[in-house]
């Protein structure tokens, strides 16, 4: 148990519907970090933050965003959705932000678009 | 940019090493790091290389060389367990994010 924990689990939706995805890092962790992951993909990264602020910005579409709440955990929102979206969107924490910082990621949230 | 070279897929046997390799691109080098991820589960940590050379934990071991910019990750004593896809990671080009590589499918076979 990485001590990250996202919510919900499975999500099953339609093309154009809007999706919040959940995540509460691990207890101390200041850094919260959102990656998707396609079939046979590496982990994308889309966006960071930082105890409330937004850090970095990866490959993140525009219909995506999230945020970082004064309790430290995060959310990530997904509109107008397409069928490319379906993916595991993964949520990772890290107690701060140097380049020794080991992510330590949840169970993740799989998205299915129909 | 940064990139990131690594085989698709490794077979073994129980018992045997195995050893996946990874080359990278960057600018700015800060650190190389190994994930494991069994199917569709959480990423796991596995190891960080700064510096060059050989950092073990347990039957896990992972490499370093800048100057050939290059890393592996060593497996010993393979279990069946040990299957799963590995992930290294490079954190450069003056950002602390790391990019993955695409990951590489380790089937240990009895």
């Known amino acids: 148990d990485s001590g990250v924990t996202q919510t919900p689990k499975h999500l099953i939706t339609a093309t154009g519907q809007r999706v919040t995805l959940r995540c509460s890092p691990r207890?101390?962790?200041?850094?919260v970090y959102w990656y998707q992951q396609s079939l046979d993909q590496g982990l994308q990264f889309l966006i960071q933050?930082?105890?409330?602020?937004?850090?970095a910005k990866g490959n993140i579409l525009e219909r995506f965003s999230a945020q970082q709440f004064p309790d430290l955990h995060s959310e990530l929102n997904l509109s107008s959705l397409e069928l490319g979206d379906s993916a595991l969107y993964f949520c990772?924490?890290?107690?701060?932000?140097?380049?020794?910082?080991?992510?330590?990621f949840g169970d993740g949230t799989r998205l299915s678009i129909l | 940019g940064q990139s990131l070279e690594q085989p698709s897929e490794v077979t073994a046997v129980e018992g045997a090493i195995v050893q996946i390799n990874c080359t990278y691109q960057t600018s700015g080098f800060y650190g190389l790091s190994w994930y494991q991820q069994h199917d569709g589960g959480a990423p796991t940590f596995l190891s960080y290389?700064?510096?060059?050379g050989l950092e073990e934990t347990g039957r896990f071991s992972s490499f370093l060389s800048r100057s050939d910019s290059y890393g592996y990750l060593l497996l010993q004593e393979l279990q069946m367990k040990d299957s799963a896809s590995y992930f290294c990671?490079?954190?450069?080009?003056?950002?602390?994010?790391?990019?993955f590589g695409r990951g590489t499918s380790l089937i240990v076979h009895p």
């Open positions: 990671a490079v954190r450069g080009g003056g950002s602390y994010i790391p990019t």
């Open positions: 290389n700064a510096l060059d």
């Open positions: 990772a924490s890290s107690v701060g932000e140097g380049s020794n910082q080991p992510q330590h």
């Open positions: 933050y930082y105890n409330g602020e937004e850090r």
């Open positions: 207890s101390g962790d200041l850094s």
